[in-house]
């Protein structure tokens, strides 16, 4: 039986971090095609990207959590140095 998670009413804002499962992911950006509307993702542990398709948020039992229906152009990139 699947659960059932609570879709929020919130916005889900560029630069904003929020946790995925046990994974963490900065919004980079919003991307508009004709066909579907999809978030840029960043996984902040090790810089994994991908365009998250049907993005919402959601209250999950563990907490408010950034789920989606699927991803496309997922990649690794080059990490940003912290701190310098």
């Known amino acids: 039986m699947s659960k059932k998670y609570q879709l929020l009413n ?3 804002l560029a630069g904003e971090i929020y946790k995925n499962g046990v994974s963490l992911y900065r919004v980079e950006s919003f991307n508009d095609d004709c066909l579907h509307t999809s978030v840029h993702l960043r996984r902040i542990k090790d810089g994994w990207e991908l365009d998250a398709v049907g993005a ?3 209250l ?3 907490g408010i959590e950034l789920l989606w229906d699927y991803s496309k ?3 690794f990139t ?3 140095s912290e701190g310098a």
């Open 78 to 80: 080059p990490m940003e």
């Open 10 to 12: 919130q916005p889900i």
């Open 73 to 75: 152009n997922g990649r």
């Open 60 to 62: 999950t039992d563990r």
């Open 56 to 58: 919402a948020l959601y």
